[in-house]
């Protein structure tokens, strides 16, 4: 069966990243036999600039259609000053929301051959494996109210509010303690349980669903602790489930425990594995057009598609393969090398994972 596989760029480093990941997918179609058909569109600032809004219906009518949807980033310094509601970002967020994708899948792996590259000792990180599980649809990214009032004194104030139903709560959790009995058996659920009752809530619902997985152990973590453990002792933890707004910033600082935030991938699958994959980084600006961005997490992401939502698990492992094997050789692009060491930029990167990936098919 073919499955269409959607690719939006986006901003910034995105389109020099996606363009190695696409690589890698017309490489499995054409010598691998992988059935895809693959679209293009635009998103985030990009899309903006051609159609006046970052998620045009255009763009939403394809990703609907597809199997999967590969996303670079999206965003930049140059669309900061537009309202919310039109910024690059939001087309990301219309993505996800209009979807569904309600499970978003960050695995954080320390490659041993990039132990140097972690800021952390390498006996506080060697043999790191930790999935994070983010729930990805609701939180104070989507609740209502929302937005900027001015107050009758003329003062303006800002307002978020953070949400959750007890079933999105049950269904994110159940997706982590699933993925538990494939790992380690291992859920630690963090909250703010202290202070908010929306995470009040949140604990109460993950004790109750824990039930159901008497064979997973389950623990509680209050998300300024988990940030602290995460530095301090991460291997403790196996898999990580919390909300969307914990999620985005524990995941940020998992990606450091692996050496950059250049190395890790996503998922954000709903609950039929139609899912939407993409670098857990952003746009970096900085670096953007210069062809030095690590394009791995990208590729990874490719990997995670394969296996979730292309059915195509060994194809996914050979990709798997296909980064170790590069990493073995000593590859390296600016933000995993150490200092003084050589370097290669993107293309190089992308051009050495398909010549690994076919090597590894003779
Ligand atoms: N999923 C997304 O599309 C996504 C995620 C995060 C941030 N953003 C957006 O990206 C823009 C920049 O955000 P930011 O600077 O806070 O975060 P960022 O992740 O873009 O960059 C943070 C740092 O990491 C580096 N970096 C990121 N990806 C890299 C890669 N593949 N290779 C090498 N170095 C890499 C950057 O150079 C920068 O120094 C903002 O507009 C933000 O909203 C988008
Ligand atoms: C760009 C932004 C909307 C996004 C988020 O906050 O979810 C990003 O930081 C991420 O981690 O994917
Ligand atoms: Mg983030």
Redesign the pocket.
């Known amino acids: 069966m073919s499955h269409s596989v959607l690719i939006l760029p ?1 901003d ?2 995105g389109p020099e ?1 996606v363009a190695e990941a696409v690589k890698v997918l017309i490489t499995l179609r054409d010598e691998f036999a992988l059935n895809i058909t693959l679209e293009h569109a635009l998103v985030g600032g990009a899309a903006y600039e051609a159609s006046g809004h970052p998620l045009p219906p255009a763009t939403l009518d394809l990703a609907r259609a597809a199997d999967a949807v590969l996303l670079g ?4 310094p140059q669309w900061e000053a537009l309202p919310i509601a039109l910024r ?2 939001k087309g ?1 967020l219309g993505l996800r929301g209009e979807l569904g994708l309600f499970a978003n899948l960050r695995p954080a792996i320390l490659y041993p051959q990039l132990a140097a590259a972690s800021t952390l000792k390498p006996e506080i990180v060697a043999g790191l494996d930790i999935l994070i599980v983010r729930e990805l649809t609701g939180d104070i990214y989507f609740g209502q109210p929302r937005g900027i009032e001015t107050l009758p004194s003329g003062e303006k104030r800002g307002l978020n509010s953070m949400v959750y139903t007890e079933s999105e709560i049950e269904r994110i959790c159940h997706v982590a303690f699933a993925a538990a009995r494939q790992r380690q058996h291992r859920v630690c659920s963090v909250d703010k349980a202290n202070v908010l009752e929306c995470t009040e809530l949140w604990r109460e619902v993950a004790t109750r669903v824990g039930r159901d997985y008497p064979d997973v152990q389950l623990n509680h973590l209050y998300v300024d602790n988990a940030a602290m453990q995460l530095v301090r002792a991460p291997k403790q933890f196996d898999v990580i489930v919390t909300g969307n707004l914990f999620g985005d910033i524990l995941s940020d600082a998992a990606a450091m425990l692996t050496g ?3 190395m890790l991938p996503s998922a954000s699958l709903d609950a039929n594995h139609k899912g939407m994959y ?10 953007a057009g210069r062809g030095v ?2 394009p791995l ?1 990208t590729i990874l992401s490719v990997a995670m598609m394969l296996r979730y939502s292309l059915a195509a698990p060994a194809l996914a492992d050979l990709v798997e393969k296909a980064v170790v094997r590069v990493l073995d050789r000593g590859l390296r ?1 600016a ?1 995993i090398a150490a200092a003084g060491t050589e370097t290669v930029g993107t293309a190089q990167m992308g051009d050495a994972v398909i010549t690994a990936l076919r090597e590894l098919n003779t």
């Open positions: 986006g910034g480093i990243i980033a999206v965003g930049g690059p970002e990301l950059s935030i250049g993409e670098p857990i980084h952003g746009s970096a600006p900085d670096i961005a690590n997490a692009t933000d």
